[in-house]
């Protein structure tokens, strides 16, 4: 179970298993370009775990045949929330006033 991410800086994918700690701990940087994420390396590790851990869960409970039924929505929304921003487009940001072109 992986966790796909793009960099805004190159526009390519990646993984988040790709950003495992080096050296001082700190990898925060697009495998493919090098250029900052801006977020811990581990961080995004730690994600990737807990969702495997998660899945798993599941499953092992539904294997169990229990007698009760999970609302999805009480497992999917609290992760679309942490999600909101995360998976929001980049905001464009204006070209400098000298960068644009006289309409």
């Known amino acids: 179970m992986r966790i796909r991410a793009t960099c805004h800086a190159?526009?390519?994918?990646?993984?988040?298993f790709e950003l495992r700690n080096t050296?001082?701990?700190i990898a925060d940087g697009c495998p493919?370009?090098?250029?900052?994420?801006?977020?811990?390396?581990l961080l995004a590790v730690r994600a990737e775990q807990a969702l495997a851990v998660l899945?798993?869960?599941?499953?092992?409970?539904?294997?169990?045949?229990?007698?009760f039924t999970v609302r999805g929505s009480s497992v999917t929304r609290p992760v679309e929330n942490a999600l909101a921003t995360l998976v929001a487009p980049p905001e464009k940001t204006p070209s400098?006033?000298?960068?644009?072109?006289?309409a």
Do not use: I, T, Y
Not at 55 to 67: I, K
């Open 10 to 16: 190159c526009d390519r994918d990646f993984l988040f």
């Open 23 to 25: 050296g001082a701990g």
């Open 32 to 41: 493919n370009c090098d250029r900052p994420l801006g977020a811990r390396g």
């Open 55 to 67: 899945v798993g869960s599941l499953e092992e409970l539904a294997r169990q045949n229990p007698n």
């Open 96 to 102: 400098p006033w000298w960068k644009r072109r006289a």
